[in-house]
């Protein structure tokens, strides 16, 4: 098979993943084979193993990195630091895609960028939202869910004001607080325990702010 037959045969694809390699009147590993030198020559880009998207030149869909983050271990949604980012609850403008899965803790870094995953127990997999991105579907955590993932994960912290002004938390009025309770019940005690400052943290805050307006 040529290139421009895999072209003709994946072009529009954002992802090309070799499962659907099977599909073709070829022999895996001959497809495999020239995978490899269209890797080698720049023509495809290799996420991780068995997973490519086209390079520049090539490519009709722009690959979203959302979406590829969601693709390259399933299950999982986006949270922890690139949610609190996306959502402008932190000021730093975050570049590594953070996710969560019931999978194992894993790391991948290719030419979209570094894809971190944490794992976490299946009771803990849940409260996120489909969003979308160049048309393409994404999973990430609601805003009050992204927030107690952090703290969970963050062992360090305890839940003390002064942590949660170190970590510089802006635009809480976006927060649900019934909703954020209602999440924080499926955590562990030092969770719930920082959660329930951080209800007190976003009061103090909303106060602050009605009197300076």
């Not at 030149?57 to 690139?82: D, G, H, M, Q």
Request: glycine share 4%.
């Amino acid at each position: 098979m040529n290139f421009d037959t895999f072209l003709h045969n994946f072009g529009e694809n954002a992802v090309i993943d070799s499962s659907s390699f099977a599909l073709l009147d070829e022999k895996l590993a001959d497809i495999r084979r020239q995978v490899s030198g269209w890797v080698k020559k720049g023509y495809l880009l290799q996420l991780k193993k068995g997973v490519y998207v086209l390079s520049d030149t090539y490519r009709k869909i722009t690959p979203s990195e959302l979406f590829i983050a969601n693709y390259l271990v399933t299950p999982s949604y986006l949270s922890l630091e690139y949610a609190l980012g996306y959502y402008d609850l932190i000021p730093e403008k975050v570049t590594v895609y953070t996710s969560l899965t019931t999978k194992k803790t894993q790391t991948f870094t290719n030419a979209l960028g570094t894809f971190e995953y944490r794992s976490v127990k299946e009771s803990l997999f849940s409260g996120f939202t489909k969003l979308a991105a160049n048309n393409q579907d994404f999973f990430i955590a609601l805003p009050e869910k992204a927030i107690l993932d952090f703290f969970y994960l963050r062992e360090d912290v305890l839940g003390v004001f002064g942590e949660f002004e170190a970590f510089r938390f802006q635009n809480l009025e976006i927060l649900k607080l019934k909703r954020f309770q209602e999440f924080s019940r499926v955590y562990p005690s030092r969770v719930r325990k920082a959660g329930r400052a951080f209800i007190d943290f976003v009061k103090q805050e909303k106060d602050a702010y009605e009197k300076v307006r």
